[in-house]
T-cell receptor
Framework: DAGVIQSPRHEVTEMGQEVTLRCKPI?????LFWYRQTMMRGLELLIY????????DSGMPEDRFSAKMPNASFSTLKIQPSEPRDSAVYFC???????????FGQGTRLTVV | GDSVTQMEGPVTLSEEAFLTINCTYT??????LFWYVQYPGEGLQLLLK?????DKGSNKGFEATYRKETTSFHLEKGSVQVSDSAVYFC????????????FGKGTKLTVNP
């Protein structure tokens, strides 16, 4: 298995533009997490899905952020409009069973200028 | 809610020194506990885990014991190497509550030759 695949690896965009981050979880995994990592706040859980259904989105910063999981093999995190304070590394992770370890992708480094 | 507290970093050691990174947790139920490691520019990788009290997780010379009485899961290694330089995260997944995977803020370790 190729592991969790995220794209793009790097994204530079201008303030106000829409940004879409993509994630392909490990095949057969039924939980998916989106995290954001910054120096100031560390690793923050934004949202997680079970069986493609959003379970907890309390970590999503504001309405500019949205996440979808249309099927078991794909998820997106969208920021519209983007702001410089959204600059961070965004990680996707998937898990096969509840309460077990999650497997992380390589992350997307987002820079909003 | 569930939370994880790690010792503040950064930690700087000489090669072959003994390493301890403290981790304590708060959980409403009976969590599984994890240590993850993040090398520069990469995603998080599972280092070791423990799922019940008194379990010892171990991998690559690292160890951690699940101590329910002190709600702790301290990471130890008897002799660190330069290649162990990374950021280490303690995490939990609470079985009786939400299925979230909750992380500590991370501890940066630098090992000098």
């Amino acid at each position: 298995d190729a592991g969790v695949i995220q794209s793009p690896r790097h994204e530079v965009t201008e303030m106000g533009q829409e940004v879409t981050l993509r994630c392909k979880p490990i095949s057969g995994h039924n939980s998916l997490f989106w995290y954001r990592q910054t120096m100031m706040r560390g690793l923050e859980l934004l949202i997680y899905f079970n069986n493609n259904v959003p379970i907890d989105d309390s970590g999503m910063p504001e309405d500019r952020f949205s996440a979808k999981m249309p099927n078991a093999s794909f998820s997106t995190l969208k920021i519209q409009p983007s702001e410089p304070r959204d600059s961070a590394v965004y990680f996707c992770a998937s898990r096969g069973q509840p309460y077990t370890e999650a497997f992380f992708g390589q992350g997307t480094r987002l820079t909003v200028v | 809610g569930d939370s994880v507290t790690q010792m503040e970093g950064p930690v700087t050691l000489s090669e072959e020194a003994f390493l301890t990174i403290n981790c304590t947790y708060t959980a409403t139920g009976y969590p599984s506990l994890f240590w993850y490691v993040q090398y520069p520019g990469e995603g998080l990788q599972l280092l070791l885990k423990a799922t019940k009290a008194d379990d010892k997780g171990s991998n690559k010379g690292f160890e951690a014991t699940y101590r329910k009485e002190t709600t702790s899961f301290h990471l130890e290694k008897g002799s660190v190497q330069v290649s162990d330089s990374a950021v280490y995260f303690c995490a939990l997944s609470d079985r009786s509550g939400s299925e979230k995977l909750v992380f500590g803020k991370g501890t940066k370790l630098t090992v000098n030759p």
